[in-house]
């Protein structure tokens, strides 16, 4: 019988999450960029040794703080045992490695918590640019500012109203995995801003409510959308598919852990009408 996890156990379980998701994201910043040894996997994703020290961590401290809880995280897919009842972990490492290997500071930690296939309790921490945002489905969400092991006090965030059609709105779009389906969809809502951002981010963005949509018809991961998914819906927004249906995490088909596409809204209630 595998355990469930409800909204007061896993408000029990924040903090350390917290404090692990920013310890692996140190165990990160500490890797030389311009040294480092990067390799390939059969899908022709890079992995580096940043990739291999935060899954790591992570995974140690999982196994401290909830033993009898599975993990599904992009390093060890391999190994998974799908499909996942009850609660179980899906964990993105290092979110946007490309980002990483590049320089640049828009890559991410990713932890969700899952329940029944949908997400429950969510963290997407940004080492580089020392910020997290978190959030449990039901109980709300926040952003935090950290420097190291320090992290500051936590700051309520909510998503925005959708500004009306035909008034300016912000499209979060992907700097390393543009995609023509989701250009179209943003051509086709006039006075779209584009906010590029790497990994991650674009969710908390929109969790914080300084972006509107974040659309991708191209295929994703589970561990790529998990927390973010988490994040957003803690903070009022919803993350469906394509076509405004409910996404399903830990079931896995025959193509493996992929979500074919996804549309992150800030407002629930422009599902579906815009």
């Not at 500071?105 to 921490?125: C, K, Q, R, W, Y």
């Not at 949509?213 to 994703?220: A, E, N, S």
Request: hydrophobic share 40%.
């Amino acid at each position: 019988m595998r355990r469930i996890i409800d909204g007061a156990a896993a408000s029990g379980l924040m903090e350390p999450l917290t404090a692990l998701v920013v310890k692996a994201g140190e165990a990160i910043l500490s890797v030389n960029r311009t040294a480092m040894q990067v390799d390939g996997k059969q899908d022709g994703s890079p992995v580096t040794e940043a990739d291999l020290a935060a899954d790591r961590i992570i995974a140690e401290g999982l196994a401290r703080l909830a033993a009898d809880i599975p993990t599904l995280s992009e390093e060890r897919a391999q190994s998974a045992s799908p499909p996942f009842e009850g609660s179980f972990f899906l964990i993105d490492p290092l979110d946007g490695t490309k980002e990483f290997i590049a320089g640049r500071d828009e890559f991410t930690v990713n932890l969700a918590l899952m329940t029944s296939g949908v997400p429950l309790l969510g963290i997407v921490s940004a080492p580089a640019l020392g910020v997290l945002w978190r959030g449990i489905v039901g109980r709300g969400a926040e952003r935090l500012r950290f420097d190291g092991a320090t992290i500051g006090t936590a700051e309520p965030i909510h998503t925005r109203k959708l500004p009306a059609r035909g008034e300016p709105w912000i499209a979060a779009v992907s700097r390393s995995h543009g995609d023509p389906r989701s250009e179209a969809f943003i051509d086709d809502r006039p006075n779209a801003v584009r906010k590029t951002c790497g990994s991650a981010v674009k969710f908390g963005r929109i969790a914080e409510g300084s972006a509107d949509i974040y659309p991708r018809f191209g295929p994703t991961c589970e561990w790529d959308v998990g927390a973010g998914a988490a994040v957003v819906t803690a903070a009022g927004g919803r993350v469906t598919d394509g076509k405004g249906g409910e996404l399903r995490f830990g079931e896995r088909q025959a193509s493996g852990f992929i979500i074919p596409e996804f549309i992150a809204w800030g407002d629930p209630q422009a599902v579906g009408r815009y």
